[in-house]
DNA sequence: CGATAAATTGAATAGGTTCAACCGAAGTGG
DNA sequence: CCACTTCGGTTGAACCTATTCAATTTATCG
């Protein structure tokens, strides 16, 4: 459950009170093996899952056979939260690299938010947030070139990491286990022209590949290269919630 | 008040007592003329609305000047709860066609939450829906032709006028007041290239355009052309929520 | 060790962009 | 009320980014 703790430590004062209630959630930690695919778009969606290790991807398959992943699950990260409103998966999600989840049934999920006004509306921040990456997504795809999807995507991804287990350090979160067939399943390219971009921007030394990670070598430059704000990702002081918070969260 | 209250009808049964209650919202009716800036990106975030009547557009300025749009913001839609847990808006907010929107202060609709566990759950439905939105947005500009982008969006955009407003009747529902420019913002392409697509869809007689309003002529063989699926759209009778909604939210 | 998935490279092609020019309708100000 | 500006739409030609098809290499795993 740490990854989730850190990931709302980010932008939320949490007691102990709290953190003890969190880490009461993990009952089991179930594992999950790489190219598993833990929901099926149209199948029944039965509990949610608060991932501590490993990394996921929620895609759409398209009617050409293809797929577009909408976004990758990290460490921290929560699925689906849908299942309080929907009976079923309009979406999949698969393992991309071994998975360690805390399966959540809404029951207990529903007792938090019930029993926890800080826990809620930590919780409600944090899909507030998912949704602006979801938005970075989209202005991310569109009319970007190929370069610059690549190079935001994986500096949002070393980022997120960085939110989620500063334990890590820093180096082991420059090391992603995306395969050129997923980036370009994310960004809307080609694998081949992926590979080519990849190809360039490792003669440039920004990055290299060892044993199918890629590997950020220089964070600084490629930052620079495209611009990146990760606003989005830093919900900071100035942004904190409102007094009224009290009020709309009795619990 | 109506659009909103047809919208969450559409998925959830709403009691006299509830519908009282959010027609009860409806303090002041503002009004906003098309090209008026509604949110400004970087701006404290100070009210939420609900939108009565016409068109706005959610976007993000990019580096060089462009923009690009996240979402169409109709008849039935609020924005932004952001409000709650966010200080300053992180997009801009356009009106595109006059709006008539209802002002919401954070206090009477956390009221509301407070007050009305069918409510709170209409409305928590209605962001997942938001979201679905969202994720078909990354779907549609994703790998796909040009020429299905457009028809997408524009079945799109039909689909959640009929819902929203369906005592406009079916043609009046099928006129866009979007210029070729937004579309483009809207899809990742260039108008230059819109217009052209839009000319050859005119030649085969689907679409026609009077008066800079973009009109469906059929849309039966554009959903054929494409293969339109509006399942994000149509949260149907057997994705009803769970029973556990009671539990959740007990106001 | 063979089998399967991922990465790599080349050549031809296409879908979309860019630049540039022009038109028409709707406002706007004198 | 007309002249002027502005905005959105339209068209053509050159160009380029990314795709397609196809073949080869490199890893990984049972």
Redesign the pocket.
Known sequence: MQALINRLQYYAQLRTEETTKLKSLASKLELFR??ETIVRSGDPLKNAYIIEDGWAIRYHDLQDGGRQIVNFLLPGDIFDLQVFVSETADHSVQVIADVAAHEISPRSLANLFVNSSALSLAMWWSSVQEEAILREQIVRNG???????IIHLLLELQRRLEIAQPSRGISANRQFP???????DAL????????????EL?RQDLIS?K??L?VLRDVRALSDMIGFDCDYLDVNQQKRPKVLAGELWSG
């Open positions: 790489k190219n009319r970007r070139s190929a370069k610059r999807r995306i395969s050129q067939t997923v980036l370009a809307g390219l080609t694998s081949i022209h992926v590979n080519r971009i990849l190809g490792k590949i044993n199918r890629i």
